[in-house]
């Protein structure tokens, strides 16, 4: 049986989107996971001051947080977002790389639900956070 790390790295490498994004798993924690999304030009929002645009802040947050579900000890084959909120508290910091950390904190036998917080290289306050629900698909 494969372990959390390999199933992470499969999950969020299938995902064509999540590659164009550049994203990266970092490192996997008890129910949580960590993904960078490096700073790059075709992702900002703001011409004029460099700020990744917050499309893409949301899509790293829902890809760690779908990571975090399938890494779940209970062990689900798959998920989808069903419900994810997002709170925007600063645009990042041009030229940085922002890192996303996602929880699953609590799973039904259908539901799961997760918190997530975006940091970029400063780490003093947070880019945004996020809750959520993500659909939880079994092995039959």
Same mark, same amino acid.
């Given at each position: 049986?494969?372990?959390s790390?390999d199933?992470?790295?499969v999950?969020?490498?299938a ?6 994004l +550049? ?5 996997l ?5 960590? =993904?960078e999304m490096p700073?790059d030009?075709k992702?900002? +929002? $703001?011409?004029?001051t +460099?700020v990744i645009h917050? *499309? ?10 779908g990571t975090?579900?399938v890494t779940?000890?209970?062990?689900p084959? *798959?998920?989808?977002?069903i $419900?994810?909120r997002i $709170?925007?508290m600063?645009?990042?910091?041009p *030229?940085?790389s ?5 929880e699953?904190?609590h799973?039904?036998?259908? =539901?799961?639900?997760?918190?997530? =917080? ?7 306050r947070?880019v945004?956070?996020?809750? *959520?629900?993500?659909? =939880?698909?079994?092995?039959?």
């Open positions: 049986m494969p372990d790390a199933i992470a790295k999950f969020m490498e995902i064509p989107y999540n590659r164009a +550049g994203m990266r798993l970092i490192s924690e008890e129910n949580a996971v960590i =993904v700073y030009e992702l900002i +929002g $703001d011409p004029e +460099g917050g *499309g893409a802040v949301s899509a790293l947050m829902d890809a760690t947080a975090a579900v779940h000890p209970s062990r084959v *798959g998920t989808a977002t $419900d994810l $709170d925007y600063r645009p990042a910091t *030229g940085q922002i890192v996303a950390r996602a699953c904190y799973m039904t036998r259908t =539901v799961a639900f997760i918190r997530a =917080v975006a940091m970029d290289d400063d780490r003093a947070p945004a956070t996020a809750t *959520g629900a993500f659909t =939880v698909e079994r092995a039959s």
